[in-house]
């Protein structure tokens, strides 16, 4: 990295992440007796979220760990996570507090255990540990050829015992005070995958591999029941004790079958709970609430209230099952953002609550049939989605979200109010029938006003449709808009011009209504995709090169040119004013392009490429999506809080790697001390005056100069009377104050009143102000910096006295008043103070005009000032001249 240059980003830091709820790990139910609420703690990554079970609503999320977690369980204080070959206790859902180091391999398994906690790794080590002191009290080694563990539990009621379940099969229980097998069950000659306590004492449900469910007497080691569900192995099991015997029983198929336990039989099945395997689910104690969630990024709760035992959606958090494909913003508030995922659904994620986002759901083709067979079972269901555009300029009169879809040559219209899949399906019909061709959407764009849609194929065509009816309404050129795949499109801000650009390495520039073509330009490379910012008329275009274009829409040419991307080009975002184009490349770097000065001013790193990217309407946030990660993340923009010095980045400039939102950060062994100059680099400090040769005002507040001139008026108004004169009540003491902007109190000498003498002094009433004295002194030294720094510090009552107290018949000088002018033409000189110099020169010339014309000396002084003044506003016009005149033709002139 450079040197002076701030490690990671100067404008982005990272915030949070949106869309993750859950992965492939069991959820842990906690209850919290204060609060009279459960909760439910899922595992993301790194870290875990804690939601309470009543609104879903998110209530904290942890400390990122350096591992992914491996197991979750969680006892009335603690949240404990299984990472490698770590196990570490969270306190308040959020803060690391133990750590447990001793395994030699992965831990994938833990059961909190009153004052301990029991873990299992790989290598088949059974390790008790204290909590508190987290020293090792007991470890216990099994063969893994003969009794591999594979499930624990602890039974109710059997105190300081735990009972394994293993992959051949086979259960033991053990006393893990005494240390000692206390019981082997020979098992049911397949895998033991769940085990469960029944709300029964004794009796325990096993789920094993085969599918099997066995509802077990542990205490006379006998089978009281077995079940058989066809759908793979038992993935979880739960039991309800709200007074209905139900035991409901998880599948890798995403479905969950319900047993009556009284009957003994199948009385409901939930198929498709989940879209992949169930991770887990548990029934809420004493509530006929079912909490599942699975590998497909969703939390979902589940009522039993109707008849029949099956149970029906109540609330859910769901994000995407597949990483994201787009996200773009939607409106202009920057509270939403719209993704499409590879897992084929379009949903849209608040940034301020989870309760408001939303899911439109997965595409198809036939809305009603699927409605009746069930999207999953439909076989014209439409692929992923790659690109979308989307307007909020008549969402509510019609549709307002227009999508590409993988492979396939039909766009689709989305309702964002009605949360679904649209109206319209729009194809040309040039095609016909024949859906068979290489033909796909390629870009797609949809005007301000939100009434129609240009949607660009990989035939070279370019289409225009109706958003309202969806009608066919033309399309670009003769027959193609260009001879290969159309690679961008975009309409400006007045639906005046259209353009578009080709893999045949043409720009093209149309009219938006009557179609025809304006403007044609040849790129240096074939074009990768094409982004227009519609307030300031700049069209960036990404090359196949890696390198960036920047093209003004008004004089249709080239402005800027950017490179320094090592891979392709994945997505670009304009700031909201259009200064900022940012950019996210394979080469895992986001970079910020200053549009003005033309230069790189952010560069960082992330681990994983970035997929797509948007900045909010409002500037607040960055988004980004990335490879393999299912989650959006969001960078809050520093420079709305805060001073960012962004400077030009040099060419070799090495980017640093900042870590995802939630991730936690790799430790730095360097010394932060590089990082000083960049801090010392960044602070400026202004400089009382730029140039000499430069005018420069006074930083006071007008109010202690502009009013000078009228002070008389302005006395004369405040003081009016409002209303009669009443006699004054006997006055309380007062401490004399000294006159000036800060109070100040009058201190007395001390003398007595003996010692001061009933005889007025004048003497004392002819004495010189400060002011005078220091005018003196200058007239002397001929340095006026004293007495103007005084007059800087009075109010506008108190310059008025000065200045007049400089007249002879109130005590004054014709030297001293000889002696102010020179000092207003000192400040003239020195082109400072520029605003107070005529302000005090004004009242100067209204209260003693006539003196100065009756005296010569005075008269010689002014005129001198006059020559002075005349010159500085002589250079101040033609210099104002001059800038108007360069400014006028850098707004007219083509460049």
């Known amino acids: 990295m450079s040197a002076g240059y701030k490690k990671g980003s100067a404008i982005f830091s990272g915030f949070r992440a949106l869309g993750l709820y859950s992965n492939h790990l069991s959820h842990v139910v906690r209850y919290h007796k204060k609060h009279q609420e459960f909760y439910v703690v899922t595992a993301v990554g790194k870290c875990f979220h804690t939601y309470n079970v009543k609104k879903l609503g998110i209530v904290a999320v942890s400390n990122a760990l350096p591992e992914d977690i491996a197991y979750l369980a969680a006892d009335r204080m603690l949240v404990f996570v299984a990472h490698g070959a770590r196990v570490t206790a969270f306190a308040k859902n959020k803060e690391a507090v133990h750590t447990y180091v001793g395994h030699e391999a992965d831990v994938h398994l833990l059961l909190p255990f009153g004052d301990h906690v029991i873990s299992v790794d790989r290598d088949n080590t059974v390790i008790i540990w204290d909590v508190d002191s987290e020293e090792e009290y007991l470890q216990i080694t099994f063969d893994k050829t003969t009794f591999e563990v594979s499930a624990i539990m602890h039974p109710s009621t059997y105190l300081n015992k735990i009972l394994l379940g293993s992959s051949q099969g086979g259960l033991q229980l053990w006393n893990i005070?005494?240390?000692?097998?206390?019981?082997?069950?020979?098992?049911?000659?397949?895998?033991?995958?769940?085990?469960?306590?029944?709300?029964?004492?004794?009796?325990?449900?096993?789920?094993?591999?085969?599918?099997?469910?066995?509802?077990?007497?542990?205490?006379?080691?006998?089978?009281?029941?077995?079940?058989?569900?066809?759908?793979?192995?038992?993935?979880?099991?739960?039991?309800?004790?709200?007074?209905?015997?139900?035991?409901?029983?998880?599948?890798?198929?995403?479905?969950?079958?319900?047993?009556?336990?009284?009957?003994?039989?199948?009385?409901?099945?939930?198929?498709?709970?989940?879209?992949?395997?169930?991770?887990?689910?548990?029934?809420?104690?004493?509530?006929?609430?079912?909490?599942?969630?699975?590998?497909?990024?969703?939390?979902?709760?589940?009522?039993?209230?109707?008849?029949?035992?099956?149970?029906?959606?109540l609330r859910c958090r769901m994000g995407h099952s597949a990483p994201p494909t787009k996200i773009q913003h939607h409106g202009q508030n920057g509270q939403q953002i719209l993704s499409a995922g590879q897992d084929g659904t379009l949903q849209s994620f608040s940034t301020v609550h989870e309760r408001f986002n939303k899911s439109l759901g997965h595409g198809s083709i036939n809305k009603k049939k699927s409605k009746k067979k069930g999207l999953k079972y439909d076989a014209l269901k439409l692929p992923a989605i790659t690109t979308f555009a989307s307007e909020t300029a008549r969402q509510s009169d019609w549709d307002g979200i227009v999508a590409c879809h993988r492979g396939y040559v039909t766009a689709t219209?989305?309702?964002?109010?009605?949360?679904?899949?649209?109206?319209?399906?729009?194809?040309?019909?040039?095609?016909?029938?024949?859906?068979?061709?290489?033909?796909?959407?390629?870009?797609?764009?949809?005007?301000?006003?939100?009434?129609?849609?240009?949607?660009?194929?990989?035939?070279?065509?370019?289409?225009?449709?109706?958003?309202?009816?969806?009608?066919?309404?033309?399309?670009?050129?003769?027959d193609k808009a260009h001879d290969g795949p159309v690679r961008g499109v975009s309409v400006d801000g007045l639906n005046q011009l259209t353009v578009s650009v080709g893999a045949d390495k043409l720009l093209k520039v149309w009219k938006f209504k009557s179609k025809e073509l304006v403007h044609s330009a040849v790129l240096s490379a074939s074009p990768a995709a094409s982004l227009l910012h519609r307030d300031s008329g700049m069209l960036a275009i990404s090359l196949d090169d890696f390198t960036i274009n920047i093209l003004d829409m008004e004089t249709r040419r080239v402005v800027r040119k950017f490179c320094g991307h090592r891979g392709q080009i994945n997505d670009m975002t304009f700031s909201p004013d259009g200064r900022w184009l940012i950019t996210a490349a394979m080469d895992c770097t986001i970079r910020t392009w200053d549009l003005p000065?033309?230069?790189?001013?952010?560069?960082?790193?992330?681990?994983?490429?970035?997929?797509?990217?948007?900045?909010?309407?409002?500037?607040?946030?960055?988004?980004?999506?990335?490879?393999?990660?299912?989650?959006?993340?969001?960078?809050?923009?520093?420079?709305?809080?805060?001073?960012?010095?962004?400077?030009?980045?040099p060419s070799d400039y090495e980017p640093t790697v900042v870590t995802l939102p939630g991730s936690c950060p790799v430790e730095d062994d360097e010394d932060d001390e590089e990082d000083s100059p960049s801090e010392e680099m960044i602070e400026y400090i202004s400089p009382e005056q730029l140039d000499e040769r430069l005018v420069t005002l006074s930083l006071l507040p007008d109010s202690r100069w502009k009013n000078l001139l009228h002070l008389d008026i302005i006395k004369v108004q405040t003081n009016k009377p409002k209303q009669p004169p009443k006699v004054a009540k006997a006055a309380p003491f007062f401490i004399p104050t000294v006159a000036g902007?800060?109070?100040?109190?009058?201190?007395?000498?001390?003398?007595?009143?003996?010692?001061?003498?009933?005889?007025?002094?004048?003497?004392?009433?002819?004495?010189?102000?400060?002011?005078?004295?220091?005018?003196?002194?200058?007239?002397?030294?001929?340095?006026?910096?004293?007495?103007?720094?005084?007059?800087?510090?009075?109010?506008?009552?108190?310059?008025?006295?000065?200045?007049?107290?400089?007249?002879?018949?109130?005590?004054?000088?014709?030297?001293?008043?000889?002696?102010?002018?020179?000092?207003?033409?000192?400040?003239?000189?020195?082109?400072?103070?520029?605003?107070?110099?005529?302000?005090?020169?004004?009242?100067?010339?209204?209260?003693?005009?006539?003196?100065?014309?009756?005296?010569?000396?005075?008269?010689?002084?002014?005129?001198?000032?006059?020559?002075?003044?005349?010159?500085?506003?002589?250079?101040?016009?033609?210099?104002?001249?001059?800038?108007?005149?360069?400014?006028?033709?850098?707004?007219?002139?083509?460049?």
């Open 413 to 478: 219209s989305w309702n964002y109010q009605k949360t679904s899949m649209g109206a319209h399906k729009l194809e040309p019909e040039r095609f016909g029938k024949n859906r068979a061709l290489n033909v796909h959407a390629t870009a797609v764009d949809i005007t301000s006003c939100g009434n129609f849609v240009v949607v660009a194929l990989s035939s070279g065509h370019i289409d225009v449709y109706n958003m309202q009816s969806g009608f066919h309404r033309g399309h670009y050129g003769q």
């Open 597 to 649: 000065t033309g230069c790189l001013v952010d560069c960082f790193l992330v681990d994983a490429a970035v997929i797509s990217v948007t900045m909010s309407p409002t500037g607040d946030f960055l988004a980004s999506s990335h490879v393999d990660s299912l989650g959006i993340y969001l960078w809050s923009n520093n420079t709305l809080c805060s001073m960012v010095s962004l400077r030009p980045l």
């Open 177 to 313: 005070k005494s240390n000692k097998l206390l019981y082997s069950f020979s098992g049911w000659g397949s895998g033991v995958t769940a085990l469960q306590q029944t709300p029964a004492v004794d009796v325990v449900g096993v789920g094993l591999t085969s599918g099997h469910i066995i509802i077990h007497n542990i205490k006379y080691d006998e089978s009281l029941m077995k079940f058989q569900q066809d759908w793979g192995p038992v993935t979880a099991i739960s039991f309800r004790t709200d007074g209905h015997p139900i035991m409901a029983v998880g599948s890798p198929l995403g479905h969950i079958g319900l047993w009556d336990l009284e009957d003994k039989k199948l009385i409901g099945q939930m198929r498709d709970a989940h879209s992949t395997a169930i991770a887990g689910l548990t029934f809420l104690h004493s509530e006929p609430l079912l909490i599942t969630n699975g590998a497909d990024n969703a939390i979902r709760v589940w009522i039993f209230d109707a008849p029949g035992g099956g149970g029906r959606l």
């Open 741 to 895: 902007l800060v109070p100040q109190f009058a201190v007395s000498e001390g003398n007595s009143a003996e010692d001061q003498s009933k005889v007025v002094n004048f003497g004392v009433l002819a004495q010189k102000s400060s002011f005078y004295v220091k005018l003196e002194e200058a007239c002397i030294s001929n340095d006026y910096a004293a007495p103007v720094q005084l007059l800087k510090g009075m109010g506008p009552s108190a310059i008025d006295s000065e200045l007049r107290g400089l007249a002879p018949d109130v005590g004054g000088a014709v030297e001293v008043m000889q002696s102010f002018l020179r000092m207003v033409g000192s400040m003239l000189d020195s082109k400072r103070d520029f605003d107070l110099a005529q302000a005090y020169l004004a009242l100067f010339l209204k209260l003693h005009l006539r003196m100065i014309s009756q005296e010569p000396e005075l008269m010689g002084e002014a005129w001198k000032v006059s020559e002075r003044l005349k010159e500085t506003w002589t250079n101040m016009q033609t210099m104002f001249n001059q800038s108007l005149c360069l400014l006028a033709y850098t707004k007219s002139a083509l460049l």
